[in-house]
């Protein structure tokens, strides 16, 4: 999630690069095809171990086109590792859809420190932005600010949310197939986006009225 792929990224208006926060077009494709490719197999094949072969050999070159252009590896070394661990769970169990399992305990945890962070008053998104913003903490000395981060960290606890209650019931009844395409669509995508909104909506106020009158005038 945030900063494990990817760093927050400013465009020169001051705003967020969602293109590059999330790893640019290759780190989005990194992160989606593998798993993506994985149901797409075994919904063709109903095959399990051709459709882990598939996903982990796509990491494995991933990787390899990495190295020959000599870019940096962490986020493929990363999204390996992560399908090596989904691959796992799926073998073990022999069952399709346990290759989705990490991710839901990924989510899980990311929710329940989300959560916690706002509960004591320290939102972690306030940590995050504040840091990009040249903030540093003080904003938790001004209401506001710490109302506006609160609220900007319960929308990306909505993404872990939402990801949670409409694929932990596809997993427990089976909707394989399904389970593949909501974990695509619902990954990359709808983080960028709430990431998006939470960034918008923890603007200080005078950013906002500058973008508001920006708006007007174009």
Known sequence: MIGAN???SQNADGGIDLLSTVGGVRGILETVVPGFLFIMVFALTSNLGWALITSISLGVL????????RSSLIQSASGLIGILICAFAARHSGNAKDYYIPGFYTS?????GLIISVVIR???????FGFIRNEGVEWRK???RLRRYQIATWVVIGVFAARLAVQLPMYYTDHVVALGLARALMGVPLYAAGLWFAWLLSKPAADATTSVQESTES
């Open 142 to 144: 001004k209401a506001d």
């Open 62 to 69: 991933f990787m390899v086109v990495r190295l020959a252009r």
């Open 6 to 8: 990817s760093k927050i």
């Open 122 to 128: 320290w939102p972690l998104i306030g940590l995050l």
């Open 108 to 112: 899980g945890a990311y929710l329940l």
